[in-house]
Structures are given as C-alpha cells and as structure tokens.
T-cell receptor, first 116, second 113 residues
Framework: DTGVSQDPRHKITKRGQNVTFRCDPISEHNRLYWYRQTLGQGPEFLTYFQNEAQLEKSRLLSDRFSAERPKGSFSTLEIQRTEQGDSAMYLC??????????????FGPGTRLTVL | GESVGLHLPTLSVQEGDNSIINCAYSNSASDYFIWYKQESGKGPQFIIDIRSNMDKRQGQRVTVLLNKTVKHLSLQIAATQPGDSAVYFCAGPQRNAGNMLTFGGGTRLMVKP
C-alpha cells in the first residue's frame, strides 16, 4: 500500500453514462497525476495538478474527459458519455515536489472501468 | 522489447535463476530512468532508478544497467523468486511536462517454481 487510494476500484457502466473516479493522494503531496492503462500497455499520461492548479491537460483523450482538484487535496476524473473504448484502468499517482529534479511518483491501485 | 496490443513480451525463468529484462528508449536527452513492477490488479511500484551520468546502479537483488550509446537499459534480478512474477516497465520523466512519466511497453516475468 503506497498511501494513495482510489475509489471505486471497479466500475461497470453502460455506454453513454457519465462516470467519476476519486483519488486521495498521500496527504502532504502537492502534485497529483492521472494516467490511463489499457490491457497489455504501459500507463499513458492524461493530466496533472500542482496543488489545485491543473498545469497540463492537453493529453486528456477528448473533451469528454475532465479532472479537478478543488482544494489541492483529493482529485476527481470524470468521463462523460462513456464509450466502449474508454474501458481501461485509470491510475492516480502523487509526489512531493520540493526542488528541481525528479521526485518519486507513488501510484494508487487504480480504478478499472468497463463500458458495456 | 516492444509490446503489440495485448501481447506482452514474456520472460519465463526458473526460481533461483537470474532474470534480465530489457528496455530501449528513443530520446537521447533523457536524464533519468525508472523501473516499475506491476502485479496483477495493482498500480506500478517503484523498484530502482538511475541517472544518465551513471551506467550501473545496484539495489537489493536488482541491478540496472544503462548504455547511453545504444539507448538501452536493463533490469537484472538475482535469484528470482515467485514473488517477482509481475509486469516490469521502464519509464522516464518528461522535464518540460511536469515530470509526467512515459512508460515503455512492459515485459511479463513468469517465475516457475
């Protein structure tokens, strides 16, 4: 257990429905990332936050995807009008940025989405 | 190696043997690399990292080798155990994009008892 939690762990939905996932990072971590992982592939970056500011969102897969981190703590990822191609594992990671250079990202267990 | 669709490269080793997992990268400006282990149903877990000014780094039962000339790195696991069975990814942060990680295709390690 890395200290990053995600909820729900599994979500099954019908095509066209909206879904929202939650990520709770390690409490003092100021940076939070969302990734998507399809079967047999490595995680693919979607977006990230520094505190409550979303600093990169051009990698979100379409305008159906949005993310928030309103108080700089937990974050939500919403997918509107889900499609079967959205079926994947959605991973959250957090890190503590204190200086330049790389700071380890700690991953949560992921939310597995199945769109029927 | 490269993974295509659902087919991850698979390395099958006998318990107690050494394992070597390979990864190629394309960006010669990459200055930092990380190996992650991902067990079924879990998120990636940090194993070991290496900076580009090094060519070797050792941890507990694991060693990472970096060959910048051919843009290749490898993860060596000594005395492989059943608990090492997982998918292994190499990854590197993109400095100009908040250190977002770019992952390689992954290798599935299967340890036979």
């Amino acid at each position: 257990d890395t200290g990053v939690s995600q909820d729900p762990r599994h979500k099954i939905t019908k095509r066209g429905q909206n879904v929202t996932f939650r990520c709770d990072p390690i409490s003092e971590h100021n940076r939070l990332y969302w990734y998507r992982q399809t079967l047999g592939q490595g995680p693919e970056f979607l977006t990230y936050f520094q505190n409550e500011a979303q600093l990169e969102k051009s990698r979100l897969l379409s305008d159906r995807f949005s993310a928030e981190r309103p108080k700089g703590s937990f974050s939500t990822l919403e997918i509107q009008r889900t499609e079967q191609g959205d079926s994947a594992m959605y991973l959250c990671a957090s890190s503590l940025i204190v200086a330049s250079g790389y700071n380890e990202q700690f991953f949560g267990p992921g939310t597995r989405l199945t769109v029927l | 190696g490269e993974s295509v669709g659902l087919h991850l490269p698979t390395l099958s080793v006998q318990e107690g043997d050494n394992s070597i997992i390979n990864c190629a990268y394309s960006n010669s400006a990459s200055d930092y690399f990380i190996w992650y282990k991902q067990e079924s149903g879990k998120g990636p877990q940090f194993i070991i990292d290496i900076r580009s000014n090094m060519d070797k780094r050792q941890g507990q039962r694991v060693t990472v080798l970096l060959n910048k000339t051919v843009k290749h790195l490898s993860l060596q696991i000594a005395a492989t155990q059943p608990g090492d069975s997982a998918v292994y990814f190499c990854a590197g942060p993109q400095r100009n994009a908040g250190n977002m990680l770019t992952f390689g295709g992954g290798t599935r390690l299967m340890v036979k008892p």
